[in-house]
């Protein structure tokens, strides 16, 4: 065998090669043996030498698009998941201010997701029709507001009615930014680029770990408390990303001013081709994909891991606080910081192994199961520094999970399928983010306190894991949802 760019095979052969396109490899005859023999210095420098070029080509585009949308969309995500998440830091001292039990504790923090659920849906298939950088923008403006009023509620029921709407606000940002990668990187980057944006999720609590508890022990401005002023000055910042979203963030590669010519058109070239082997002539419809099974596999999927996720982010702080007597707020953050630091450097590692290997079950699942069986053995033990291996235990398997399972939906899903499968998964997955926090408060005032919510949020990661596990081989995910017809006209 042997491989050769089409216009040198043709010219040096005399017509006994068969047709096949650049970098293909094709049978040789014996004339292609002679041929070769006596012109093989030129095939094959030609040979290489394209090769190098083509393969520089693909290194610079990939590697400046990285650079150029990774980093912006790592910091709005970074300030979207600490306007969700500093509700498990106000509550070491709003709780008391405002009187809030357990049980009122857990259906606030899960109360956002419902708000999150309505919108998500919709809100997708808007961006995919406005396009990313104004409804991204609207997105963050929108629920900047909302967290920094926040700030100002004076009981429990407006306090429900703020997270509902901060839910309702932020509704389709996660799912439209994942949707957003799919128009840059092809199937095979996908895994590391979420990987490195989700990276926000463990860099939003081990910064915004000790800034929270900073901010609880010594900002007291105006008489205000300094749980109101938590909520708040976490709440600005992401007024001032929308503007600068509106600005900054390119639509598509098109479009993208940053990319030479060569660039723009090798990156739309792989994109297409990977869509076309997705769906054929029939790119599949938003109905379609509301509608696949593997869509609502992947939904019940998530829900299981959201629960666990957020049960480890909103009642690890108090868990660890418990533990830490006389430690101030400012302390209790810096612990928190250690397991999400471990699972930060796990995240990288399983993505890059997972996109390496093109393999996305195992790199899912067996996480997953990691996870679950330290969230299930934090309730045998009462001392800080086991506790704190468990919880980085638990974490390494959450965060290691996120790169890998929503590379998934981005091997089968395009245009406004991807939109609505995309949003669907997310949407459904994050009711786990209200049942795991109010299952969890309503269990705490029975005996083993918070640690039996615990337990069964490890339970819903075994469960995830097995229905990851389930689906087909890696091989056969990329089939797409285009209509019978079209898979029955590639198939011919």
């Known amino acids: 065998m042997v491989g050769v760019r089409a216009p040198v095979f043709r010219s040096n052969t005399g017509g006994c090669g068969e047709g096949f396109t650049q970098f293909s490899k094709v049978p040789a005859c014996e004339c292609d043996v002679v041929e070769l023999h006596f012109q093989r210095g030129v095939l094959i420098e030609i040979y290489f030498e394209d090769l190098v070029l083509a393969t520089n080509l693909e290194a610079v585009t990939i590697r400046k698009i990285r650079r150029r949308i990774i980093p912006l969309l790592l910091i709005l995500y970074f300030v979207a998941y600490l306007d969700r998440i500093n509700l498990g830091f106000a509550a070491l001292s709003m709780n008391a201010a405002l009187s809030i039990t357990s049980a009122q504790f857990g259906l606030l923090a899960g109360i956002f997701f419902c708000g999150y659920f309505f919108f998500e849906i919709p809100s997708n298939l808007l961006l995919h029709r406005i396009g ?42 996660f799912p439209g930014i994942i949707l957003y990668l799919t128009y840059w990187f092809r199937e095979r980057e996908l895994a590391r680029v979420i990987a490195m944006f989700s990276m926000a999720l463990p860099v939003a609590n081990i910064l915004g770990a000790p800034l929270s508890g900073v901010i609880l022990d010594h900002t007291h401005w105006a008489g205000i408390g300094s749980w109101r002023w938590l909520l708040i000055l976490e709440g600005l910042p992401a ?160 965060y290691s999970f996120l790169g890998p399972f929503f590379a998934l939906p981005g091997g089968f899903l395009t245009g406004f399928s991807a939109a609505s499968g995309i949003a669907l998964i997310n949407s459904v997955g994050n009711l786990g983010g209200f049942i795991g926090p109010s299952v969890i408060g309503a269990l705490a005032h029975g005996p083993g306190g918070i640690y039996r919510g615990l337990a069964l949020a490890g339970l819903t990661l075994f469960v995830s894991a097995g229905l990851v596990l389930l689906l087909p081989s890696q091989g056969t995910i990329g089939s797409g949802i285009a209509s019978p017809s079209a898979r029955g006209s590639d198939a011919a």
């Open 132 to 173: 990313a950088r104004i409804w991204i923008a609207r997105i963050l403006i929108s629920w900047g507001v909302v967290a920094t009023l926040t700030g100002a509620v004076q009981n429990v029921s407006q306090l429900y009615v703020a997270r509902f709407a901060l839910g309702l606000a932020e509704a389709g940002f």
């Open 239 to 398: 007024v001032i990303c929308g503007v600068v979203t509106y600005y900054l963030l390119p639509g598509r590669p098109v479009d993208a001013t940053f990319l030479t010519n060569e660039e723009r058109g090798w990156i739309s070239g792989e994109l297409a081709r990977e869509e076309y082997r997705k769906t054929g002539d029939n790119p599949g419809s938003a109905w379609r994909a509301l509608t696949h099974p593997m869509v609502w596999r992947l939904a019940i999927g998530l829900m299981g891991f959201d629960i666990a996720l957020y049960a480890m982010t909103f009642y690890m702080p108090q868990a660890l606080k418990a533990m830490s007597k006389g430690y101030s707020n400012t302390l209790v953050g810096v612990l928190v910081m250690v397991p999400h630091l471990a699972g930060l450097i796990a995240m990288a590692l399983i993505s890059r192994s997972s996109d390496r290997r093109l393999e996305r079950r195992f790199h899912i699942s067996l996480p997953a199961i990691a996870g679950g069986i330290a969230l299930i053995l934090l309730g045998t033990t009462n001392s800080l520094l086991p506790s704190l291996v468990l919880w980085s235990i638990a974490a390494m398997g959450l």
